[in-house]
């Protein structure tokens, strides 16, 4: 844990969950978008500042909860990064699907270059030339 912090195992509420997703430079997304999100997750949580109260990360996990599980929605506020909290995120995430997914579960995430070394702290490796992430281009 991290002084000053509590982790919560669940998705923050709606209004959060966009706030950080835009604070953080995640792509911004709409109310219409984010109840089905996280309606839609298999594992999350979120992180409060004691404080004051409000929700500073969060990340999440969807999936099948057989095989395929993706690491979603890794955000911590500006004012709050350097702290752990985003490896407290995480380990709480991969320790659910250890728990929880049966053995052999396939876990995946796409990275930006400044959470690169979080996901390789974490064992994350490249998964070229192996496989390459491709995504749908025309967003529909």
Do not use: N
């Amino acid at each position: 844990m991290v002084d000053g912090y509590s982790l919560h195992g669940t998705a923050p509420d709606e209004v959060a969950y966009l706030r950080l997703r835009e604070a953080s430079g995640l792509t911004p997304k709409r109310p219409d978008q984010a109840g089905p999100a996280l309606a839609g997750g298999w594992a999350a949580c979120h992180v409060v500042h004691e404080a004051s109260g409000e929700t500073v990360a969060m990340g999440r996990v969807i999936g099948d909860g057989g095989w395929y599980f993706h690491v979603v929605d890794m955000a911590v506020l500006p004012d709050h990064q350097r702290r752990g909290l985003g490896d407290l995120v995480l380990s709480h995430l991969l320790d659910v699907i250890a728990t929880d997914a049966p053995p052999g579960a396939y876990v995946s995430l796409m990275v930006d270059p400044p959470g690169r070394r979080l996901y390789e702290r974490h064992g994350f490796v490249d998964s070229a030339p192996r496989s390459v992430g491709m995504v749908l281009a025309d967003e529909r």
